[in-house]
């Protein structure tokens, strides 16, 4: 699924594409697209008709294009969605679900391609939440990122000792922190030299500085490098892929050699997914151990 980085090069292409420009027609393609729009595929192509699209926005791993006034296009990418910019005339893509046109001949055409429909758009009303500004409502409840510089550090370590969970479990939790999936966790953790399953209790403050430090800087190489395509689904709006996966250190990267230590990589199944990790930079954190407390009135013998 894309994570932080993808969604934002796309966000960035929809900035420069899309954003300013006037619908002057929508046509849904394929249903499931725009399941998420209760009222349906005729009122969603109808609502959008006239309308100009506003600056293109994201919160962590959601991207969404406000409209006049106070509704937004809200897109989730699922598996394999894009949003991709083409000229009138370009062939449609076989998997083309949604089909946007501008006012301006020269803007091309806004399409929605998904594969596996996983993902969709859908119209949403803005709610204006305190140090946010206005978000969709259904995703007021997704934390800022740590690319965002209103995240507060502070606030993460705390929930973090809090908590009695893991801190993969925690980096992927999009109510503490946004953006982050399976890929970037296990890169961030890597460079952190952090087993996946080490308690979040267990983290000092410097420590939790220094792991985001490292969520930020991975999360900016791949932005810098279009993001993370390992086949062709996650593409920018003119359907190039990012190549990110050649500078990864930990992801996919079984039984090759850990590049700090030379140890081999390893991985193992983690909540429907895998994660992959250094046996020797990473060590799996010591079994807690458990202290026999005497019944109150019963005294051990020594």
């Not at 030299?193 to 983290?203: G, I, N, Q, V």
């Not at 410097?206 to 390992?230: I, K, Q, W, Y």
Request: aromatic share 6%; glycine share 8%.
């Amino acid at each position: 699924m894309p994570e932080l980085p993808e969604v934002e090069v796309v966000r960035r292409g929809l900035e420069r594409w899309a954003s300013g420009r006037t619908i002057t027609g929508a046509e849904v393609l394929h249903p499931r697209a725009v399941r998420r729009h209760v009222a349906g595929a005729e009122d969603f192509a109808a609502r959008l008709r006239g309308h100009r699209f506003g600056p293109a926005r994201r919160r962590g791993k959601y991207l969404w294009l406000p409209l006049d006034p106070g509704v937004c296009v809200l897109a989730h990418l699922g598996m394999s969605g894009q949003l991709l910019i083409q000229p009138a005339d370009a062939p449609d893509e076989k998997h083309l679900r949604i089909r946007i046109t501008f006012e301006d001949p020269e803007a091309g055409e806004l399409r929605f391609v998904d594969q596996r429909t996983f993902g969709g758009l859908s119209l949403h009303p803005e709610s204006v939440v305190p140090d946010s500004g206005a978000l969709p409502d259904v995703i007021a409840h997704i934390a800022r990122d740590p690319l965002d510089p209103l995240f507060d550090e502070q606030a993460f370590h705390a929930a973090l000792r809090r908590r009695r969970t893991t801190i993969k479990r925690a980096l992927l939790d999009q109510s503490l922190i946004s953006g982050v999936g399976n890929i970037y966790a296990d890169e961030a953790l890597w460079r952190a030299r952090l087993h996946y399953e080490r308690p979040t209790a267990s983290l000092t403050r410097p420590r939790t500085s220094e792991l985001l430090g490292h969520v930020r800087d991975v999360m900016n190489a791949a932005l810098a490098a279009g993001g993370t395509s390992f086949d062709s689904l996650y593409v920018n709006v003119n359907g190039e892929s990012g190549y990110f996966e050649r500078s990864l250190d930990a992801y996919g990267r079984e039984d090759e050699p850990c590049r700090r230590c030379g140890s081999s990589m390893r991985r193992r199944p983690w909540m429907n997914r895998s994660s992959y990790y250094c046996p020797r930079c990473q060590p799996p954190p010591r079994p807690r151990r458990t202290v026999s407390v005497p019944p109150p009135g019963r005294i051990l013998p020594r």
